[in-house]
């Protein structure tokens, strides 16, 4: 099959495109490779991925409507679009909340229209986020849930990035299917994320800040139970038109939990300063993942301490590379 995977030299987007790739799918990777975190890290990956016969990568960004036609001409026959591109990470929407509109909003539009062009297009999965449910108070976290109270202007964007493509459903037709992450690590991960921070200032012997209060705590899911996941979504006979599942690893952990799993692998102590969790982060995520269950029969394997040491492994072999 042909695949268009956007943020194909991203972190989730590699995992996938190198899952596609191993099965002798062929796969078409769009990235603007931008700075928001190490263009060397993205770009390594994006060679990793260029070893395979069966990837075409195209350095483009999604918003760019005149280098999308020029891929809808050079390859018609693309089946399955992955819209994986995104300005992702909550705290940096503070600064800069333009870049979150332009890429999670516009480039979805952009997207969907491209997707409207493609004769052979069977469905589009779209990375949506947790961030989405906001201020619900509720754990765990379901599809069902209200999502209408988003803490950053990351979580609106991506609830915007959802409205849209539900219009795209109704007028068009499109086939999607919203994938909504929660908090995703592992090797080859993002070096804007608290668990790469973290593990980087534990081992350069720095402080790192936690949130005070009891009850901080992320639902952490490993990278390759994400791409089992979306390969169990796209062998599924029987998907909706429509529908949002959450990819999560359904596990509630105190983030001091992550922080021993860390100190453990890396053999040192943490130096620890407590702030006042700011607005944008929300308290809790826990994902409910009955409904991708019922639907595919998927279920995480992953356990945290187990997923941090793989990635602990593998940031010892690029320790201070990518940074
Ligand atoms: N990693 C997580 O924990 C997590 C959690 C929830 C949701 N998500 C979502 O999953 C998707 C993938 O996340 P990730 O962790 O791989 O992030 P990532 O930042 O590693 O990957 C995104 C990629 O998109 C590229 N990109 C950004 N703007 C672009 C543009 N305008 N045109 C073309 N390329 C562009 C970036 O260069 C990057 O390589 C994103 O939509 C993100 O919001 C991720």
């Known amino acids: ?24 799918e062929t796969v078409i ?4 490779l931008n700075d928001y975190y190490s263009p060397t890290l993205k770009q390594a990956r994006c060679d990793q991925l260029k070893q395979s016969k069966g990837f075409i990568f195209y350095h483009a960004d999604i918003t760019d409507v005149s280098a999308l036609e020029v891929i809808v001409q ?22 800069n909340p333009y870049a979150y509109i332009q890429t999670n909003v516009m480039g979805q539009v952009a997207i969907l229209e491209m997707a409207r062009q493609l004769p052979n297009l069977q469905r589009i999965f779209y990375a949506s986020s947790s961030s989405v449910y906001g201020l619900n108070k509720k754990l765990p976290f379901s ?16 609830q915007s990035a959802e409205l849209l493509s539900f219009t795209y459903y109704h007028l068009y037709g499109l086939k999607q299917t919203g994938l909504r992450f929660f908090t995703v690590y592992g090797p080859w991960g993002r070096p804007d ?12 012997d720095k402080p790192i800040t936690l949130y005070t209060g009891q009850n901080l705590s992320r639902d952490f899911t490993y990278i390759d139970d994400v791409v089992d996941a979306l390969l169990s979504l796209l062998e599924c006979s029987h998907l909706e038109d429509y529908g949002i599942f959450n990819i999560g690893n359904s596990r509630q952990e105190k983030v001091e939990h992550l922080v021993s799993c860390l100190e453990e692998n890396i053999g040192k102590k943490a130096i620890i300063n407590y702030i006042t969790r700011p607005g944008t982060d929300i308290e809790a995520t826990l994902s409910d993942i009955s409904a991708i269950y019922n639907v595919t029969g998927w ?23 990518f940074c």
């Not at 990777?29 to 603007?32: A, F, K, L, P, T």
């Open 1 to 24: 099959m042909v695949f268009l995977v956007t943020g194909a030299g991203g972190f989730i987007g590699f995992h996938l495109s190198k899952a596609l790739l191993a099965r002798g």
């Open 29 to 32: 990777g769009i990235d603007n």
């Open 74 to 95: 050079n390859h018609p026959d693309i089946q399955i679009i992955f819209n994986l591109a995104a300005q992702a990470g909550v705290r940096y929407s503070l600064e």
């Open 143 to 158: 599809e069902a849930d209200r999502v209408d109270c988003p803490s950053s202007v990351y979580a609106a964007s991506k």
């Open 193 to 204: 994320m608290a668990y790469y921070l973290f593990a980087k200032a534990i081992t350069e």
């Open 299 to 321: 279920s995480p394997r992953t356990k945290l301490s187990d997923g941090v040491r793989l990635f602990t492994n593998w940031l010892k072999l690029y320790n201070g590379f």
